[in-house]
């Protein structure tokens, strides 16, 4: 694991967008995972930069979204295709028939924390192959929760689990209701591709940013290889790379590779 900090949120942006924009130039049509979430966003700004200042081509480039909220409409504001069309897709030359965002709208559907419809099931293993159809994702891009979660992959989900259904913490709850205007608006469930589906990914880039995730990154990248720490798992992935700001960094024990 490469573990890269770096003095400010903007430089672990740009610092992203760099290590991407060169993936893109060296292999046109690359797989690219993506996240959603406040993290991502510089990251996404400084690709719309190149792309309208550069020439980065998007025009061949697929895409595969970690996760979706069940129950959200994609027109909805706070659906995770919403939000890749209002902070990226839009802004760029991608070919939307080259995006994949997991659905959240299955329409009848019965769904408790034992029982899962088969319609949802059909689907996560349409995406799970889906993305090998392409020949596998070339490099996924992750946040991190503050409990250390991967996507919607909370604390206790299978090491080896694939795309599926999950019910969301409390604390992801809680940590996410601020983009909705009551605590019951935020879904209960999501579809998010399994930890199992992640590690797959040729490359990894994940991007922590603020003091809030430093207990996260420093359990992710020098604590136990745990299931209670989701993110724990890149340790044994074969080429990732950490890219974290100083406060996300806080805690760490060891030293990194430090640029300012
Ligand atoms: P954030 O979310 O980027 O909004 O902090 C990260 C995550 O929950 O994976």
Redesign the pocket.
Known sequence: MLVIVRDEYESVSKTAAQLLAGKIRRKPNLVLGL?T????LGLYKELIRMHEEDDLDFSNVVTFNLDEYIGLPPEHDQSYYYFMKANLFDHININLSNVHVPKGMFGEIEINDLYVDPKIDEFCQWYENRISHFGGIDVQV????SNG???FNEPGSSLGSRTRVKTLTKL?KV?NSRFFEKMEDVPRYAITMGIGTIMDAKEIIMLASGEG?ADAVSASVEGPITAMCPASMLQIHRKSFTIIDTPAASKLAAEFVTYS
């Open positions: 996240a979430g406040s993290t991502p992750l946040g991190i929760g979660h991967i996507a992801t940590d995730k």
